[in-house]
C-alpha cells in the first residue's frame, strides 16, 4: 500500500507560481512512476505531467508543456509540480498518483495508476 499526501495548493493570481509538493509512504520502493492530473469543476479529470522514478523522464500536457516543471527527490519520496505563469484556466483540483506499473505509451491514462491522493486545490485569479 502507498499513501499520498498533497500539499501547496492555494490561491494566486494569474501570472504567478505555485510548487505543489506529494509526499509518499508506504511501500515506495518498487513505484515505477507518478504524475499530477487536475479536475476543473464540470470536467473530467486530465493528465499534468509524470515523472519515472528511477529515469527521471518526464512527460506534460501540452496545456502546461513551458510553464510546469515536474521533478521528484528519491530520498524524500516526494513529487514536485513547478507551476510558473499560471493561468485562470489552471484552476481545479491537483491530484497525485502513483504507479507500479510500466506505463509504456500510456502515462496520461488516469486507469494507469495505483494510486491517488486526496488533492489540493489551485485557484487562479484574473
Known amino acids: 500500500q502507498v499513501q499520498l499526501v498533497e500539499s501547496g495548493g492555494g490561491l494566486v493570481q494569474a501570472g504567478g507560481s505555485l510548487r505543489l509538493s506529494c509526499a509518499a509512504s508506504?511501500?515506495?520502493?518498487?513505484?515505477?512512476?507518478m504524475a499530477w492530473f487536475r479536475q476543473a469543476p464540470g470536467k473530467e479529470r486530465e493528465f499534468v505531467a509524470d515523472?519515472?522514478?528511477?529515469?527521471?523522464?518526464?512527460h506534460y500536457a501540452d496545456s502546461v508543456k513551458g510553464r510546469f516543471i515536474i521533478s521528484r527527490d528519491n530520498a524524500k519520496n516526494t513529487v514536485y509540480l513547478q507551476m510558473n505563469s499560471l493561468k485562470p484556466e489552471d484552476t481545479a483540483l491537483y491530484y497525485c498518483?502513483?504507479?507500479?506499473?510500466?506505463?509504456?505509451?500510456?502515462?496520461?491514462?488516469?486507469?494507469?495508476?495505483?494510486?491517488w491522493g486526496q488533492g489540493t486545490q489551485v485557484t487562479v485569479s484574473s
Open positions: 498518483a502513483a504507479s507500479y506499473e510500466s506505463l509504456g505509451g500510456y502515462y496520461y491514462r488516469d486507469d494507469q495508476y495505483n494510486y
Open positions: 515523472i519515472r522514478r528511477i529515469s527521471g523522464i518526464s
Open positions: 508506504g511501500d515506495t520502493f518498487n513505484l515505477y512512476a
